[in-house]
């Protein structure tokens, strides 16, 4: 099985580590997060797993050519962008695939298990699924409702609750192929394949999810992995 991991972005967010250290090497626990991702992907059965790359990409590199913890048998590309093609844009550049394509970003700490992801998938015969979390939203104003100058409710200090994408996603090789060259994003290619009424599905998941996008989201990573490790490291 193949897996594409996204690990080109500046990481603005976490400024200013990032200057310095791509975020997929952020470490979690005793090792950077890309290199457990590999890991669980390599657990889940996954061969091969292509690196969009860009920003700091060289140490990316330099770094997992140097590990002893990458497994064996686990073959790594890179795709190295000169101009940023976009989060969509970036796997049109990737031999097309034949079956299909575990895509995720490269900083994101869960427990979802990879092969269930693409075994949904393939039996909902989906152009393109999405893993979809649960989050809620504390709003810390009251929200008043009603149009122009009528009040018609209010509600103090609501919880709003959405399912949120993962940054996990599975393309079918028809998704692949309708990437338009140039720079494309994910959310143009949901729109994109759903308006000509290919079968977009998602698939729900309440583990733990972390994205350690920023500061306060990398500590949530880092508390959640140091009190229970083995739940992330592949068995």
């Known amino acids: 099985m193949r897996a594409a991991i996204l690990a080109g972005g500046l990481g603005t967010r976490l400024a200013p580590y990032t200057t310095v250290l791509p975020k997929p090497l952020i470490p979690i626990g005793e090792r950077p997060i890309l290199e457990l991702i590999i890991r669980q992907l390599s657990a889940r059965g996954f061969n091969r797993v292509d690196l969009c790359v860009a920003h700091l990409g060289e140490l990316i590199r330099a770094y997992l050519e140097q590990s002893s913890s990458v497994p064996d048998g686990m073959d790594i590309g890179y795709n190295w962008e000169d101009q940023p093609s976009g989060t969509a844009g970036a796997i049109r550049e990737l031999e097309p695939p034949e079956g299909p394509l575990l895509v995720m970003n490269g900083d994101i700490l869960t427990t979802l298990d990879y092969r269930e992801l693409i075994s949904f998938h393939e039996e909902q015969g989906a152009a393109l699924t999405i893993a979809a979390h649960r989050k809620d939203v504390k709003i810390e104003l009251g929200v008043i409702e009603g149009a122009l100058n009528d009040v018609t409710g ?82």
């Open 154 to 235: 209010y509600i103090e200090k609501p919880t709003l609750s959405y399912e949120v994408s993962m940054g996990i996603y599975v393309y079918g090789p028809e998704a692949v192929a309708r990437i338009p060259a140039g720079r494309f994003d994910f959310p143009d290619l949901v729109l994109a394949l759903i308006d000509e009424g290919l079968p977009v599905r998602k698939f729900p998941f309440d583990g733990p999810w972390y994205d350690i996008g920023t500061p306060s989201e990398h500590q949530l990573a880092t508390d959640a992995y140091d009190s229970e490790p083995d739940l992330y490291e592949p068995a």
